[in-house]
């Protein structure tokens, strides 16, 4: 009778539970879940991340050029951050907004959008196992798009979630040790070496790859 009892008081504190959660409580248990499913065990600083709820978003629509808002009319935007992107030819870095919506992703630089990515054509996102913020989106071969997507993100966990989570392709996330390929276009590739230094830093290496520290 007792483990019977103690079944069921446990079942009423898990139902109790499961009722008080709110909705915004919901949404951020769903994102830390898949999170944890991406980068536990694989990805440095993950445990850290742990206690840091996400934010809806990081910057909000009145951060956006108008010009740009009206490119996207019609899609709901989804979630904002400042990231740094690298060029595929030369990795010069620019600043930029990665503009999520409901069924796109886009690289914004101030009234211009750069590059679109609908969801139903992404082919993976990568990162290292390392503490760097890089994050590869990688995209199709063809006309439209001009390679894949080389970005730093302050907030990895965060932006890598939410993209995976809206873009329904949470096992397209890869973690990577070591080096990784990239497609510059036309049919080229590119390597990202991943290496540990006494700071951080981003450089072109003599070699012409791309050297992450």
């Known amino acids: 009778t007792s483990e019977m009892l103690q079944k069921i008081c446990l079942r009423n504190l898990v139902r109790k539970y ?86 796109s992703a886009y690289v914004v630089e101030m009234a211009k959008i750069k590059q679109k990515i609908d969801y139903a054509t992404l082919k993976g996102i990568s990162t290292s196992n390392l503490s760097d913020g890089i994050v590869v989106i990688h995209v199709p071969e063809d006309n439209k798009q001009k390679g894949d997507v080389i970005l730093q993100c302050e907030h990895l966990f965060e932006t890598v979630t939410k993209l995976c989570m809206l873009a329904n392709k949470q096992n397209l996330v890869k973690v990577v040790q070591g080096s990784l390929q990239f497609r510059i276009g036309s049919g080229k590739e590119g390597t990202m070496v991943f290496t540990v230094g006494q700071e951080p830093q981003v450089f072109k290496a003599k070699n012409g790859q791309l050297t992450v520290v």
Not at 33 to 56: I, M
Not at 65 to 94: M, W
Request: aromatic share 6%; proline share 3%.
């Open 18 to 103: 499961c009722r008080g959660v709110t909705a915004e409580r919901k949404v951020q248990l769903q994102q830390k879940a898949v999170a944890s499913a991406v980068f536990r065990g694989k990805k440095e600083g993950y445990l850290q991340s742990l206690n840091r709820p996400f934010l809806d978003t990081r910057l909000k629509e009145n951060d956006i050029n108008p010009k740009v808002l009206q490119l996207i009319h019609g899609e709901k935007i989804k979630y904002v951050t400042p990231v740094i992107k690298y060029d595929r030819n030369g990795f010069k870095a620019r600043d930029r907004l990665l503009v999520l919506t409901q069924s």
